[in-house]
Each structure stands twice: as structure tokens, then as C-alpha cells.
């Protein structure tokens, strides 16, 4: 059984979605840009990259952010911070890895605390199939404290009968918020599952609602 909440946070969910639809498949200027990874980056295991990360609090807990000289390739929660840059190195074995803070990192931090009417640009340089980056960039189209579902993401990228192969990709994302997957919800309005936890993502969700509440 629903509480009063759950309730609550279903018809907001339902309304938000409506009203992301509206407007998502508009163009817009983006904050974020991906560049994704050539093969002579990423063969052998990474040998030709150099990789710096560091650790970092938010509201949401510890963050693990890895760039390379072109942009940032990993950002994630990290609940356990040996996990993530075992995971990192795990994907790029044969890279040269530093801890050590850039300002490309430095400009990802600061998402939680910045001015989002006047953001500065982020790039991404990323690791991934030609659907992956799809729907990654279709994820950088959802705005701040909009929702969509994976249905409306398939649209975006008209492959609209491949919903499970979007959730796979979704799921496969390697930078937390700055790609917002936790945006995409359940088309009943329910949060659904998330990379770094359901009780993360709902946080998010709210945090970002709170501040769509306060800018209109």
C-alpha cells in the first residue's frame, strides 16, 4: 500500500513528466559536451591515456571524479572509494593513473554549488558504443528538475521499441549528474532503480525540485 508520500510523489512525478515532455525534444544550449574516445585513445587497455582523479564530498555523499587532458571520464558516488578507481582501472588497465586534483575537476565539483542560470561548460570524454552516447546525450537534454522516462528517451533518439536497451545504457552511465540519469524515471511515476542507490536518487529528484521551486 502507498503511503501519503509515495502518493504525493507520484503525482508530482506525473506532472513534472508532462511538462518535461513539452519542451524536451526542443533544442537548447547544453553545459555539457561529450567527446568520445577514439580507438587509439582507449586500445590496449587505456595505454595511451593519462588519468587523474581525486575524491570529493557533495550533498550527496563522497564523489569520485577521474579526468583525462581532454575531459572528465568518471564521476561517481562513491560509497566505497577503493571500488571506484578499482572499476576505473579494471576499464583501463594499462593507463597512467595520479591522484590529482585538475581543473577539469574542479569545474565538475562545482554542479552542487553554482549559479545553473550562468553555468560553465563541462566537457566529457568518454568510452562507449554509438547507442551508448545516444542516449547519453539525449540525457543531457533533460533540464534541471525535469523527468522523463526511458520511452521518452528511445523517442529522442527514434529507436522507440528499444525502452530495455535504453535502461541498460542509462544504467551503463559513467558520470553521475553531470549526465543525469537519475532524471529518468518509471513511466507510473515511480523513481525506479538507480546506479548509486534508490534513496540517492530520490534525494536528487527533491533537491533539484526544491531549487526549480525557488528560481520561478
Known amino acids: 500500500m502507498q503511503t501519503q508520500q509515495q502518493s504525493l510523489n507520484v503525482e508530482y512525478a506525473k506532472r513534472i513528466l508532462q511538462e518535461t515532455r513539452a519542451w524536451l525534444f526542443d533544442n537548447h544550449d547544453l553545459f555539457v559536451h561529450i567527446e568520445r574516445m577514439t580507438p587509439d585513445e582507449y586500445?590496449?587497455?587505456?595505454?595511451?591515456?593519462?588519468?587523474?582523479?581525486?575524491?570529493?564530498?557533495?550533498?550527496?555523499g563522497r564523489i569520485f571524479v577521474a579526468?583525462?587532458?581532454?575531459?572528465?571520464c568518471c564521476l561517481e558516488f562513491a560509497d566505497a572509494p577503493a571500488d571506484s578507481?578499482?572499476?576505473?582501472?579494471?576499464?583501463?588497465?594499462?593507463?597512467?593513473?595520479?591522484?590529482?586534483?585538475?581543473?577539469?575537476?574542479?569545474?565538475?565539483?562545482?554542479?552542487?554549488?553554482?549559479?545553473?542560470s550562468e553555468p560553465k561548460a563541462i566537457k566529457l570524454h568518454l568510452k562507449g558504443?554509438?547507442?551508448?552516447l545516444q542516449v547519453w546525450e539525449a540525457l543531457l537534454k533533460?533540464?534541471?528538475?525535469g523527468l522523463v522516462t526511458y520511452g521518452d528517451i528511445a523517442a529522442v533518439?527514434?529507436?522507440?521499441?528499444?525502452?530495455?536497451?535504453?535502461?541498460?545504457?542509462?544504467?551503463?552511465?559513467?558520470?553521475?549528474?553531470?549526465?543525469?540519469?537519475?532524471?529518468?524515471?518509471r513511466s507510473t511515476g515511480k523513481w525506479g532503480n538507480y546506479r548509486w542507490g534508490e534513496v540517492r536518487k530520490t534525494a536528487l529528484i527533491s533537491w533539484e525540485a526544491a531549487k526549480r521551486e525557488q528560481e520561478k
Not at 533533460?142 to 528538475?145: A, D, E, N, Q, S
Not at 530495455?164 to 549526465?179: E, K
Open 129 to 132: 558504443t554509438d547507442f551508448q
Open 142 to 145: 533533460i533540464p534541471m528538475g
Open 67 to 72: 579526468s583525462t587532458a581532454k575531459g572528465i
Open 157 to 185: 533518439i527514434h529507436h522507440p521499441k528499444a525502452c530495455r536497451a535504453v535502461g541498460t545504457a542509462v544504467g551503463d552511465n559513467p558520470v553521475a549528474f553531470l549526465i543525469p540519469c537519475h532524471r529518468v524515471i
Open 43 to 60: 586500445k590496449n587497455g587505456g595505454e595511451n591515456l593519462s588519468i587523474r582523479y581525486s575524491f570529493a564530498e557533495s550533498p550527496f
Open 85 to 116: 578507481l578499482a572499476r576505473l582501472e579494471r576499464k583501463f588497465p594499462k593507463a597512467r593513473f595520479a591522484q590529482d586534483v585538475d581543473e577539469r575537476q574542479q569545474d565538475a565539483l562545482s554542479i552542487f554549488t553554482r549559479d545553473w
